[in-house]
């Protein structure tokens, strides 16, 4: 993966090496160790509310027993730690309108991150396929919107609710162990629901971009890894693309095969 050629920052915990420009930066003060307080005019006060409830003790045991059902499905054995959540949360924009897509969702740890990053509630979009998660989601997360559905069925289940658009679309799908057929009708989706520009943000455990090289061709899309995530079981790569045709920012080069 061509992370060498990028200019690198280093978080202030040294976890997050920020690749290149980022799209914005997160509010000053982390309020807690594993996510920042929320700040900006887009927050409701509910939202406060809930990022700042604590999460459970651990979350491990019923990610564990998740996955021990359906490994495939899960992809991981734990939950994304905080400063990889933070990372990914760092792809959205808060001033830029429309929803904001979180594409398996699991136990929210990147919901939180959304919240204190500053994406107000009602542009919240949780789609997640385990009936689990999704109670568990909507305990934790009441102002925001969870859909229990699976992403292959992404248009169709957002009509339903009358959303037709998205600004960003953050997955946590494992990728790379779905079906090839599965990453094209998820990747196809989303790309039809992301106004122009909108980006779409992966992250990966792997080397190399986790969408497939056949995919980047067939949907012309552009991706560059954006953030390297030492502090994170295991370390973690995110990934942002883009369609061809958008403007990119300059420096934008097809994604590594
Ligand atoms: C690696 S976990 C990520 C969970 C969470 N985002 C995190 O970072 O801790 C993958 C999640 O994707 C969900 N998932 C897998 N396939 C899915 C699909 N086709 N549609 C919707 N959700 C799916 C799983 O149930 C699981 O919650």
């Not at 398996?104 to 949780?126: S, Y």
């Not at 009936?131 to 925001?144: A, E, I």
């Not at 790569?237 to 994604?255: I, K």
């Amino acid at each position: 993966m061509a992370l060498s050629g990028d200019s690198e920052s280093t978080s202030k915990s040294g976890a997050v090496h920020q690749v290149g420009p980022g799209p914005g930066s997160f509010p000053s003060s982390p309020a807690d160790p594993d996510c920042g307080r929320a700040s900006g005019a887009e927050h409701a006060p509910r939202a406060n509310r809930e990022i700042t409830k604590p999460m459970s003790s651990s979350d491990l045991p019923l990610f564990l027993s998740q996955w021990l059902r359906a490994p495939l499905r899960m992809g991981a054995l734990v939950p994304s730690g905080g400063a990889l959540a933070r990372a990914l949360a760092l792809q959205a924009l808060p001033s830029r309108d429309g929803p904001v897509l979180e594409l398996g969702a699991g136990t929210g740890v990147v919901t939180r991150a959304l919240l204190a990053r500053g994406i107000a509630p009602q542009r919240l979009v949780l789609v997640e396929r385990d009936p689990v998660f999704c109670r568990l989601l909507r305990q934790r997360y009441p102002s925001v919107r969870v859909v229990q559905t699976d992403a292959c069925r992404l248009i169709q289940s957002l009509a339903a609710l009358g959303i037709h658009e998205a600004a960003t679309i953050i997955s946590g799908l494992p990728l790379l162990s779905l079906p090839f057929t599965t990453q094209h009708q998820v990747l196809r989706q989303s790309f039809r629901l992301l106004v122009p520009n909108g980006t779409f943000v992966q992250f990966t455990y792997g080397l190399a971009s986790p969408v497939h090289p056949a995919l980047l061709r067939r949907l012309e899309l552009v991706g560059r890894p954006v953030a390297r995530v030492l502090l994170n079981l295991p370390p973690a790569v995110v990934w942002r693309y883009t369609q061809r045709d958008a403007a990119s920012p300059p420096g934008e080069t097809r994604a590594a095969a």
